[in-house]
């Protein structure tokens, strides 16, 4: 298994677990990303370029692996709680779940766990609220839908 390594923005260790797409750095958060998609933007990405041929260095190379990789997201522990794409498109096809991200409460709870460092006690904790029980309910109801149990057949 492979450790996440620093974040390349903030430098805390063991924390990098997403990649640009542009151009592979690691970070570990929302607010880390947004630093460095601004120092990655691509005007500042086309200055550094120039800026690199005109010292006679080659161009920076592009991820071999395209902009983002099950590796860039994902550790091998995770791998067997990926959930499919075509299932995931789901749930930005559902009218409920579109429906439940309305509530502005539900919107703050998400925000709050998407900004946390410690992601799983917080899970844990808003797990007693009824309105991100039902979010969930809700996700899980979309991507592994209920089999039909003691149905007899017709």
Request: charged share 30%; with cysteine; hydrophobic share 30%.
């Amino acid at each position: 298994m492979r450790a996440p390594g620093p974040c390349a923005e903030c430098g805390e260790r063991g924390a990098a677990r997403y990649r640009c797409p542009r151009c592979g750095t690691a970070y570990c958060s929302v607010p880390c990303c947004r630093t460095h998609r601004e120092r990655c933007s691509p005007d500042s990405q086309r200055e550094r370029e120039r800026d690199r041929e005109a010292a006679g260095q080659s161009p920076s190379p592009i991820p071999a692996h395209g902009p983002w990789s099950l590796e860039d997201i994902l550790s091998e522990e995770d791998e067997q709680d990926r959930v499919p794409l075509h299932k995931l498109k789901l749930l930005g096809e559902s009218e409920e779940l579109r429906d439940l991200l309305l509530n502005p409460h539900l919107r703050q709870l998400l925000l709050t766990i998407d900004q946390a460092q410690d992601k799983s006690s917080l899970m844990r904790k808003f797990m007693q609220e009824p309105l991100f029980v039902e979010f969930a309910d809700c996700c899980l109801g979309i991507v592994e839908p209920p089999e039909k149990e003691n149905i007899l057949p017709e």
